[in-house]
């Protein structure tokens, strides 16, 4: 009778809550332990939950973490946050639409279950300006999602940009029936890590490159690699040795960059400027 009525009353708040944002709630204790796990939080980190709903990552994540910022959207989930964050000094509650959200300065970490609706929104936000401050996160996003960010082979060139700078792994499927309300599809653990060394580098390679933009590609590469190098990467490519350097699109910059790192040795890549912060 009790386990009845407790039923009744999730369905009753799930007709008069409607889930307008597409957030499904984690409840399983032992999952949210484990993205903790997964997420390796100290004291030294500022972490970001991300559609925080009721607090269920926001609170066991502020005792590892030294600073959490919660962000919700819906009012109601809001003032809960609140009344509950009252006993956490670490824990700020930012009532926002996600999309809208400043991302902090310093380096942060995100740990997070993801509305649906906006998942690929996000994901922008997060890894389109690889030069935020963003060090890692883990995401629980719909499996579809995780699937495709995470694939082989890559066809999209905007998860190509973000492969470029940021190591996306799918760690685990995550049944439906540990969410409340129930999504109709099953979800997934995405882990991101930065790859710290790879941003510098494709900058320098960049500066160096097209310091002569208009030279031809063989040319303007023949300081970092070497001529059957050089052969190599004009026939993946697919172009003419003689094209000039500046006509190639994103995806062969990566195939140029990504070329750079399996074959040239670490010392012969070209070093980025230090830039001056105005």
């Known amino acids: 009778m009790k386990k009845q009525n407790k039923r ?51 609170f066991p994540v502020a005792e590892k973490a030294g600073k959490v910022i919660a962000v919700e959207y819906d009012p109601r989930f809001v003032e809960i946050l609140k009344k509950k964050a009252e006993a956490y000094p670490n824990i700020k509650v930012i009532q926002q639409d996600i999309l809208k959200l400043h991302l902090p300065k310093e ?6 279950g ?17 030069a935020n401050s963003l060090q890692r996160a883990v995401l629980v996003m719909e499996k579809g999602a995780a699937k495709r960010f995470t694939s082989y082979p890559i ?47 494709f ?5 160096y490159a097209l310091k002569y933009p208009q030279l031809p590609l063989y040319e303007a590469l023949k300081g970092v690699f070497t001529p059957p190098q050089i052969t190599r990467l004009v026939r993946n490519l697919g172009v003419n040795r ?14 140029v960059f990504h070329t750079m790192v399996q074959y040239v040795q670490r010392p012969y890549w070209p070093k980025a400027k230090k830039h001056k912060n105005n």
């Open 203 to 207: 900058l320098g390679l960049a500066e």
């Open 114 to 130: 993801i509305p649906y609706a906006i998942t690929t929104p996000i994901m922008k936000m997060l890894l389109h300006q690889p």
């Open 242 to 255: 003689n094209i000039a350097i500046c006509l190639l699109n994103e995806i062969q910059w990566g195939i």
């Open 8 to 58: 009744n009353r999730k369905i009753r708040k799930y007709i008069e809550w409607p889930n307008f944002s597409g957030q499904h709630l984690l409840h399983n204790k032992r999952i949210i332990n484990d993205l903790i796990q997964i997420a390796n939080l100290t004291s030294n980190d500022t972490v970001l939950d991300l559609g925080a709903g009721k607090g269920a990552l926001t």
């Open 155 to 201: 066809t999209n060139p905007l998860i190509l940009k973000w492969r470029m700078w940021f190591d996306l792994g799918y760690v685990r499927e995550i049944s439906r029936e540990n969410f409340s309300p129930p999504p109709k599809v099953d979800s997934a653990i995405l882990i991101i890590r930065r790859k710290n060394k790879y941003h510098d580098s």
């Open 107 to 112: 380096p942060f970490i995100v740990v997070a």
